[in-house]
Every structure is written in C-alpha cells, then in structure tokens.
C-alpha cells in the first residue's frame, strides 16, 4: 500500500550562537518564523530499483522511507526474521520521535514507549544519586517531540509492518557475500546475483561492505579502546516483583550509574519491563562481533562484587547478556562508492559507541534524508546529484554525532581519581541549574553542555534535505525547464510558558 500522507506541521529550527537567545525564542509566547513548505511522502516520478542489505531498523527504515517515495526496495537479510524476543531498549531523543510521528507511529508509541522526564546521575560504588536533570515541558513542546524509551523489538517490529504495507520486499535467510558497486550488483551465498540501481549498505558496525566505500581509521579514546557493552532487560515478571525496580518503574528517567571506568545504565521499557546496559573496559578476547551470544553477568570480566547493593541487584535480575566489543573509528570521510551506486547507512555509515542516545536516531535520520532527497527525482541525469546530496548533508551531522557520543562514554567512565571526583561535582554543580535560567555566572563548560544537548535535539534531518533541494532542486531540473518554485508560508508558532 503506498498512500499519501498529509503534509506535517512545520516546527521552528534554528539555532543562534546564544544559547541564551535560542531559550528566549523557544519559551516566547509566540513567535513567526518564514519557511518553505514540505511535503510530506511526494512520489518521484522515475522509480529505481533499491537493494538494501541489512535487515535491522536502519534497512527497514530506509526500505519504508524510499518505498513510500515511490521506488522499488528489496531488503536482503541474512537472519531469519525473528527478532520479537530480542531483549534490550530504545532511545527516541527528540530528533528521532519526531521522525517516527511524521512516519504516523505517534499512536503507537503513546502506547508502547514511555515519555521521558530527564536523566538522573547515580554512582556505582554507593548507589547515590548525584543529580538529575529534567526535560523542561516548555522545551520539548519547542522541540515538537519527547524523549521516549521503548523496545527495541517494539521498534523492529514497528518499522519491518511499515515497509511491508508500503509495498518493500524483505528477503529471509539471504547472505549476501559479495557487492558489485559498478553493475549495482549483489551475489548471495546460494549463488543468485540481483541487480539494481542503488545498493544500501546498512550492514552494521561491521559492514563487509564499507571497506569497498570508505577507509576505516583507528580513532583514540582514553576509555572505548577495549570497550565491551550490552543492552539487555530485565523481564516484566521479575520487575514487577522487586520493589526498588517498582520505583525505577513508576519514575520515567534514563538513570545512568557511573563508576570506575564502568558505568551501568537503564530505564522503562513497555510492559514493565526495564532495559539495562553495561559498558566496562576489557581485555578479553572471548566476545563476538556481534549479539547472538549470550553470556550472564558473571562470566565477563567486570567486578560486580565492587557495586553497590542495589546496583547488584539489579544485574542479578537481566536476562543473558549478548556482550560486543566496540573498536572506535574516525568518522568515515565518505559514504558512497565512487560509482555512485553503493550508499553506507546506519552504524555501516556511523562509528559510534554501541547503545548510546543517537544510536537509533542517526538511523532514522539517513532514512529520512534518503527518503526525502529521491522522492524528487524524475531523472536518470538527477541521480548522482541525489547521491551526492545525502553524502554532502550527513557527513558534517556523522562526525557531530560520533563526537557527542564519545564525549558522553567518557564523561561517565572515568576511572577512579582526581579526574572522577571532578566529574561528579560538575554533574552536580551542572544538574543545580535550572534548564530555564541562565545566569552570567555560570561556568562555559556547562553551558557548552547544555548548548551541545539542545542543538542534538533540535537537528530536522528533513528540513535539512528539504533546504538542500529549495537551494540546489531548480538548477538540478532547469535544463528539462521544470517549474520549481517555491511555495513560502508564514506560519505562527505559539508557545505558551510554563509556570
């Protein structure tokens, strides 16, 4: 089914220097902002044949994104599809959900995800809490979406109905073992070789595709270099019996426990369960390249005998864990093959630590911005200028991301000393204020933190592929002198201020 969905409302997205003036427009009473007006799912008048190699939420997603467009996608997954009991959570920062709406799963996710009210800092070895920071309600309405937690499954499954209803084939048990990038070709295990127009790579962490595209440089971080890490959960029926986790429960926060060169995270998922992650350095060599196995939390080499009581507890009550090893690498310098026929997406495209907060999110934003750049196209001659595009619009937010996330891993895993001592006290300093006061007086380095958090956040992946094409679209169809003009809407956005 490949129906037409109403144009979304348009959202204010810009972003002064001064944090300070960009609190003051988001929490005015209103505000007028001049801006082109998108539409949503347009059909490209000349269809291409998309092969997309990967069938995780980056695969899917892309396969729903380009459907919807109007093109042909076929998904090649080397698994059998079952992934509904796959533990492990979710988050959907404000640059994801907002996504996930336009894509119509609001309805959905007011059922199955839950709302986040902020992160809250706690230390491993006491079980203290040192702060937490709240998502102001006046910010997020600016946002235009919420911080949600949700199954990964629920996500999976979510995104696999979307692109089967909008007509995307997904194909089973396919291991594709070879990519032809100058024939757009693909050879299966079982010899059978597809063709198309485009491949997307979105193959993972460790694509076997990307070496054929990008070179992949050994980045340095003084705490990923031997960085193992696992989402897992702990079950409803086991949750719901143990009153501390009642607590975390009845409480919507991302808690983060941080502790010597560790830290332990969690938070609600549906059906009352609670999704965990571990991250600690290792020097092991026993963990897979992947998440299919599964070990329990005393058969890797992380002391948990050196938590608190209550953060112990709560690892005794996860479901196995299925721990990978995460190498860092520098950003890639860029996602397409030279033929322009080859496309890396999702972690194939993004190095970033497993399981952070733009894990996903960077996910659904190249399906996005894929999505919206060929929903143009009416010509073979305009295809490389598309593929361009994409390359040009997600490189900068790749190597932004990637910073972001290593920054946040080591903000929270410093080993013990004086480094960790004044780590928690600029959390707590930092979690004193309020998100919406902002006096002279406080330090840069918070404000950086603060500033960096919300523009994280206020990233459109659509605006953006939307601008390119306002800029770039008319000389892209002049020479077949097609009418390109804009149609420019003066819209108010109201914003009533809180308390």
Known sequence: MRGDSETPVTRMSFLPNSLERYL???????????????????????????IVIGGSTAGLACAYSLQVAGHNVRVLEKADGAYTNVAGGVRSPPNMTRILNRWGLQPYLDVVAHKSRGISFKLTGTGETIG????????????????????????????????????????????????????????????????????????GFRSFVRPLVADCIPGKSFTANLLCESNTSI???????????????????????????????????????????????????IFSDHYKDEVSVEAIDFNVAELHSSVQELLSLVEPLRPTLYVPYKP????VHESGKVILVGHAAHPLPPNGTQNHAIVIEDAAVLGNLFSHLTSQE?????????????????????????GKIEAVAIPLGPNQAARADGVSTALSIPLTSWDDDIQDNLRAEWEELIRMFDYDADEVAEDWWVKWGCILQRAEAVDCSTEEAIITVTQERSG
């Open 382 to 406: 305009e295809i490389s200028a598309l593929v361009a595009a994409f390359e040009e619009i997600r490189l900068p937010r790749s190597a932004d991301v990637v910073k972001s996330e290593i």
């Open 332 to 335: 890639l310098e860029n996602l």
């Open 24 to 50: 003051a427009v988001l929490l005015s009473a209103s505000s007028i902002v001049k801006c082109t007006k998108m539409t949503a799912y347009r059909k490209a008048s000349l269809p291409l044949d998309f």
């Open 132 to 203: 937490t920071s709240l998502f102001h309600d006046a910010i997020m309405r600016s946002l235009g979406a919420d911080y949600m937690f949700i199954k990964f499954s629920d996500l999976h499954a979510a995104l696999k109905d979307m692109a089967l209803s909008a007509g995307a084939v997904i194909q089973y048990n396919s291991t594709v073992v070879s990519v032809d990038p100058q024939n757009a070709s693909v050879r299966l295990e079982g010899g059978e070789v597809l063709r198309g127009d485009i491949i997307i790579a979105a193959d």
């Open 235 to 285: 079950p409803a029926e086991k949750a719901l019996r143990n009153e501390s986790l009642r607590r975390l429960l009845a409480n919507p926060e991302f808690s983060i426990w941080m502790g010597d060169g560790h830290t332990v995270w969690g938070h609600p998922v549906g059906g009352g369960s609670y999704a965990m992650g571990v991250v600690w350095p290792t020097a092991l060599d």
